[in-house]
């Protein structure tokens, strides 16, 4: 089984609608992200969790929110979508462990917002 | 403000074609520069995390090094299945991000048999 699971794979919706994006992990880590990627952008971090009580906004946060619903679980909601939220969608955990901490990414959500 | 910047954005190499992939960065202390690979509509998979200039690791035809401005992923003799899209990222050990990962755009890599 995948340590980090992303549901939905693939979602079309339509402008104005709420979604949400769920992230699940069985690898124990303390920390997730959300991430979106967009052609010729890059990956560009939401919003992060350090733990279940501590959510921080990311680079691009504007038009989304999170839940971090216990250790393992980590949701992404649009509010009201709109076509330029179209993108990748990735979720990451990481255990925060000194110096060395690594980010591992999940399988990804394909977004596309008429 | 924490940048990365990675050359040659495609790179198209003939199978047994030994090559190199680029990743400048500017960071304000560097905690660790990580590369990644990713196949189209998947996740970045981890491949090597580098913490000090001079450090390198390798991983079957993979090689990463790490100097105080670029990293350098040296690919020997690639396969076909060697072809994806490589990302740097880096990670500071100041500011308000709290380390969080800066991302390059990626380099796409194709190897033709």
């Known amino acids: 089984d995948a340590d980090v699971t992303q549901t939905p794979r693939n979602r079309i919706t339509k402008t104005g609608k709420r979604i949400m994006l769920e992230c699940s992990q069985t690898?124990?880590?303390?920390?997730m992200y959300w991430y979106r990627q967009d052609p010729g952008l890059g990956l560009r971090l939401i919003y992060y969790?350090?733990?279940?009580?501590?959510?921080n906004k990311g680079e691009i946060s504007d038009g989304y929110s999170v839940s971090r619903q216990a250790q393992a679980k980590f949701s992404l909601s649009l509010e009201s979508a709109i076509p330029n939220q179209t993108a990748l969608y990735f979720c990451?955990?990481?255990?925060?462990?000194?110096?060395?901490?690594?980010?591992?990414f999940g399988p990804g959500t394909r977004l596309l917002v008429l | 403000e924490d940048q990365v910047t990675q050359s040659p954005e495609a790179l198209r190499l003939q199978e047994g074609e030994s090559s190199s992939l680029n990743c400048s960065y500017t960071?304000?202390?560097?905690?660790?520069l990580f590369w990644y690979r990713q196949d189209p509509g998947k996740g970045p998979e981890f491949l090597f995390t580098?913490?000090?200039a001079g450090e390198e690791k390798e991983k079957e035809r993979l090689k990463a090094t790490l100097t105080k401005k670029e990293s350098f992923l040296h690919i020997t003799a690639p396969k076909p299945e060697d072809s994806a899209t490589y990302l740097c990222a880096v990670q500071g050990l100041y500011g308000g991000s709290q380390g969080n990962l800066i991302f390059g755009k990626g380099t796409k890599l194709s190897v033709k048999p």
């Open positions: 990451a955990t990481s255990l925060a462990s000194g110096n060395q901490e690594t980010q591992y």
């Open positions: 969790s350090f733990d279940v009580k501590d959510i």
């Open positions: 690898k124990g880590h303390d920390r």
């Open positions: 580098l913490y000090s």
């Open positions: 960071v304000s202390g560097l905690r660790g």
